[in-house]
């Protein structure tokens, strides 16, 4: 009973938005299988979608409807109760779908009492945070509107995944310098963590996945990008003095996902094999999608599965624990 208490007590509630400002990078699975991995782990959670799109919505079975009824707009103007927007997925988390986000980026951007960037976290996070759920998480859509600032002034903590792709670190760099580093000036925004997703190239030969892999894992700028509004130069690519890139990237990328520069140096010997590192590619997320249920409802044996309850673990514990 006192372990469970002692374990119990060093966990904070907390929200968390999955954030980058480029679409198809995974935003949208991954805040479906977290979500999921954090209620195995007994979590109450709670999934908001808050991409007018309403993707994260429709794979689990919630349609992007526009009704005349209730919706977020009511909420955020403190005229009804966060709850009466809940709905159980029957997955063992809640989610709030999607619905009617154009009109509520459109309110937002008119109408005086809703412009804060406050209203999210007042009318909505605070009253349900903690009380009613350990954890909420946020999906966003893949360029900036108006809830953006207010996910993330209600989050205060962001994962951003990255997909091989030409475009992955202007995607990282835009969000940290145009998002997070000019919120760094008024309030604490962790970034939790990086998470490489959609990997299935080969790391010995100069592919996409090795770029991305690489960069994440040993460059100075990479590191700048996540320090932005702690002193980092953006342009030049540099940490301020005293900060150490390694120990930057060792907060923020995962475990499963560290490639540290003597690995590198042994794969490019032939010293070692390259190693496999998640999140790989797998049909199962698209199909899982299709059939309207979580990755681990589709399929439980899913390789990848153990990689989301560690992502589970970096939000009960607030980041990496070094
Ligand atoms: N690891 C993966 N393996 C296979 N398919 C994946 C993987 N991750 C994501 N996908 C697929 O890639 C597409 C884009 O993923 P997702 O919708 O999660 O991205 P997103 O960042 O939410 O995009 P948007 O900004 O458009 O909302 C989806 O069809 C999804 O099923
Ligand atoms: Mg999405």
Redesign the pocket.
């Known amino acids: 009973m006192f372990q469970y208490e002692q374990v119990y007590m060093t966990r904070e509630s907390r929200a968390v938005a999955?954030q980058?400002l480029?679409?198809?990078?995974?935003?949208?699975?991954?805040?479906?299988a977290l979500s999921d991995a954090l209620a195995r782990r007994n979590n109450r959670t709670l999934l908001l979608d808050l991409?007018p799109?309403g993707?994260?919505s429709t794979g689990l079975g919630f349609y992007n409807r526009s009704t005349d009824g209730l919706d977020f707009r009511d909420v955020l103007l403190g005229e009804s109760d966060p709850s009466e927007l809940i709905e159980e997925t029957g997955y063992g988390f809640d989610i709030v779908p999607a619905q009617n986000l154009e009109a509520v980026n459109k309110d937002l951007s008119r109408d005086e009492v809703i412009r804060s960037d406050e209203q999210l976290k007042t009318q909505f996070v605070d009253p349900l945070l903690e009380d009613e759920y350990d954890y909420i998480i946020m999906?966003l859509?893949?360029s900036r509107n108006k809830l953006t600032n207010n996910a993330l002034v209600a989050s205060r903590n962001v994962i951003i995944?990255l997909?091989p792709a030409a475009e992955a670190l202007n995607g990282i760099r835009q969000t940290t310098s145009k998002l997070i580093g000019p919120l760094r000036e008024y309030m604490n925004v962790e970034i939790l963590a990086v998470v490489p997703?959609?990997?299935q190239q080969r790391l010995d030969q100069e592919t996409t996945d090795r770029e991305l892999l690489e960069s994440m894992n040993t460059s100075e700028r990479f590191a700048a990008y996540l320090e932005a509004g702690h002193g980092a130069d953006i342009d030049a690519g540099t940490l301020p003095e005293g900060m150490n890139t390694q120990e930057v990237l060792d907060a923020h990328i995962p475990s499963f996902a560290r490639v540290k520069e003597e690995v590198w140096e042994a794969i490019d010997n032939g010293e070692r094999k390259p190693p496999t590192i998640p999140?790989?590619?797998?049909?199962?997320?698209?199909r899982a999608?299709r059939d309207r249920c979580p990755i681990s409802v589709y399929d439980p044996d899913c390789d990848?599965l153990q990689y989301f309850d560690d992502l589970a673990q970096i939000v009960e514990n607030g980041g990496l624990q070094q």
């Not at 999140?279 to 698209?286: D, E, P, S, V």
């Open positions: 999955l980058v480029k679409g198809g990078f995974g935003k949208s699975t991954i805040a479906n991409d799109e993707h994260l999906d859509a893949g995944p997909a997703n959609d990997l999140l790989r590619h797998r049909a199962a997320f698209t999608y990848q």
